[in-house]
């Protein structure tokens, strides 16, 4: 959606969608608006939920399954398995989606790592999709006046331009774009911090190709998960940060990290989005 700075101000109900590499402040940012007055829709809770919570939970059951106790008491329907993800705990969706490697240290073999990296690719276009929805809802049902949209950091990865278009026309697109600093500071986390990720097929085959060339592996089950994913990080960030900017460029909007952070309220973010549409 482009739109003036001085018809946003006027604007009887803001629509916005945060986009951006996890970890720049989309969720903090969330917080720091108030509740009753923004609708706040998680693209990668609208995930879990929804399109890939009964593949989370049929692997946790499936877990469950191997120990004897939990097997009986699963045939005969007496220990139920459930999810509690929520916005601010999203280690289910994390974990189901996994690393690939060793599954002595938990890694997945390579048909399984693929097969679900698809499915959260295809549950991440409908999660989109449902966007326009949630937009009538938000105000008609709930009443919210103002509609944000926190969508997961692989926006950019994503096989088909729809979704992002979607978004461009039911939202202001802004994205939120890391300092230098910014940047390594989010890689040398992840690298501390290796958690599973979104890869590009073609990307994935390219670098794990690399990886276990450089370190003599014949087979994907000899990769240490954690030290892939600490390796490869960097390589997906920088991939994906020209991919953004494009996004932002033909959209949307532009603010960084570090102005996101002044905000402390939601009269400093209509200031920033105002500035984003007068530059």
Known sequence: MKISAADYRTLPNKRITLAGMSGVGKTTLARKLPVDQWFHFSGDYRIG?????????????????????????????????????TIDNLAPLSDYLGKIGNPDVGGLPLAEFIRRQELHH????????DVPRFIDKAQNIYGYPH???????????????????????HSIILYIKASEQDEQTLIERAQRYPKPLYYPTAFLE????????????????????????????????????????????????????????EVRDAQDFDDLICLALER
């Not at 949209?149 to 729809?162: N, P, R, V, Y």
């Open 206 to 261: 390219k670098h794990l190709a690399i990886f276990m060339q450089e370190r003599g592996l014949d087979y994907v089950a000899q990769i240490d998960p954690d030290q892939f994913v600490s390796w490869v990080f960097d390589k997906l960030f920088r991939s994906r940060l020209p991919k953004y900017q494009r996004i932002a460029d033909t959209y949307g909007y532009t603010v960084t990290a570090a102005e996101l952070l």
């Open 122 to 129: 295809d549950a991440e276009v409908r999660a989109i999709a």
């Open 49 to 85: 939920t929804h399109y890939l919570g009964e593949e989370i939970q049929d692997q946790a059951k499936l877990e469950a399954m191997k120990l004897p106790y939990f097997a009986k008491l699963l045939r005969s329907d007496s220990l139920y398995i459930g999810l509690n993800l």
């Open 147 to 169: 509609f944000l949209c926190d969508i997961g950091g692989s926006l950019c990865e994503l096989q088909t331009e729809k979704p992002i278009q979607t978004l461009a026309q």
